[in-house]
């Protein structure tokens, strides 16, 4: 696309930043080579490792503000908020500052936006370099928006978790005056939270392009993005947020949540096979289960709270305290029932695969 008119044009460029100081001087860099009469919004949220200083100290004689938010009021969506309310040109692009968003790209969102598009959305030609849960993630945090767009009858986007878009400064802010008391402000999707409330007749324009790894620093996503979607979606989203935070955060909610589906497949699996279901068999796989998901929560907790992120090391933790686990139920069993045949064993593996299978998700979900 064809985006000369950016490059000698102004408009305004919002960086949202938290612990960007590896990324924000090569990123400004690039920025105002590409985009000489660009105005650019740094709009920091409490970071410390000198992104601040490092963004003013490059800023100097150049038309770059540095916003820094109250430390109380963490919340990547307020930053953008806030830098939106702060644009002092007709036109904007959020994008962060890691370069998984290509400078080179915030020319083709402008050039739609001068073109009389409202808002221009960067949509994510390869998701490859996401990795499999990120892919995962990303898919059903879509989907939901999705859904919840679809019942408020506003116009979709193929890529509405998107964090690299564009718009008018007046018909976003004019939406963030009246509608902003129901945004997600702690939240970490804006794009949503726009789209949610702009008119109807708001023309949408997308661009696609190339999703790059970060140059530096860590991913920010875990739990807390996927349960601030969730408080997105209306009074509903809102009531699945907490329950989900508290069966896949939460100690004792991890606990019921896997031994619950851990019981009801293995009760389910001899139901359907016509087992016999003795009151001391039975009482035998619920204490069985019982302590063997207690040893399997509380150990995936002591594992999991410290130490190496490496995936390979992560994977041997979650080997050694499921193979433990099984022991100890199949131990408490036998004790209990004295005799236990093949099949017997495969249903009290099955049965508490399914609960190491739920609390294992839950540990790697967590922040």
Not at 106 to 132: A, F, P, Q, T
Not at 165 to 174: A, Q, V
Not at 356 to 362: K, L, P, V
Request: net charge positive; glycine share 10%.
């Amino acid at each position: 696309m064809d985006s000369r008119w950016a490059s000698g044009n102004s408009f305004s460029i919002i960086l949202p930043t938290l612990n960007e100081g590896d990324n924000i001087v090569p990123m400004l860099d690039t920025l105002v080579g590409l985009y000489p009469k660009a105005s650019i919004v740094i709009v920091d949220d409490n970071s410390k490792d000198g992104t601040v200083q490092k963004a003013k100290e490059f800023g100097e004689g150049r038309d770059i503000t540095v916003i820094e938010r109250d430390p109380d009021k963490k919340g990547l969506t307020a930053s953008i908020m806030d830098g939106i309310l702060a644009a002092k040109t007709d036109l904007f692009v959020v994008m962060d500052s890691d370069f998984q968003h290509p400078p080179s790209s915030v020319g083709d969102l402008v050039e739609k936006l001068h073109e009389g598009n409202d808002i221009v959305i960067g949509v994510r030609e390869d998701r490859g370099k996401l990795s499999s849960a990120r892919r995962f993630a990303s898919w059903g945090a879509d989907a939901m928006a999705r859904s919840y767009l679809r019942f408020k009858r506003q116009q979709l986007s193929i890529d509405t978790m998107s964090g690299f878009f564009g718009g008018r400064t007046k018909l976003c802010r004019s939406v963030i005056e009246k509608k902003g008391d129901k945004f997600e402000m702690k939240g970490f999707k804006a794009l949503f939270d726009l789209l949610k409330f702009v008119p109807k007749d708001t023309k949408i324009a997308e661009v696609e392009f190339k999703f790059n790894s970060r140059r530096s620093g860590q991913s920010k996503l875990s739990s807390t993005i996927i349960f601030s979607i969730m408080r997105q979606c209306g009074f509903g989203g809102k009531m699945l947020a907490v329950a989900m935070s508290f069966f896949l955060t939460n100690v004792l909610g991890r606990y019921v949540a896997a031994l619950g589906f851990g019981l009801l497949f293995t009760f389910g699996v001899l139901n359907i096979t016509g087992t016999f279901l003795s009151p001391v068999f039975t009482y035998s796989i619920v204490v069985a289960m019982l302590l063997a998901i207690a040893y399997l929560v509380v150990a995936n907790k002591l594992l999991f709270t410290t130490g190496s992120k490496n995936g390979v090391i992560r994977g041997m933790k979650l080997v050694y305290s499921g193979f433990t686990g099984y022991l100890i139920s199949l131990y408490v069993f036998y004790t209990i029932f004295s005799d236990i045949t093949e099949v017997q064993m495969l249903f009290l593996f099955l049965g508490f695969g399914i609960g190491f299978a739920y609390d294992s998700i839950s540990v790697l979900l967590k922040k």
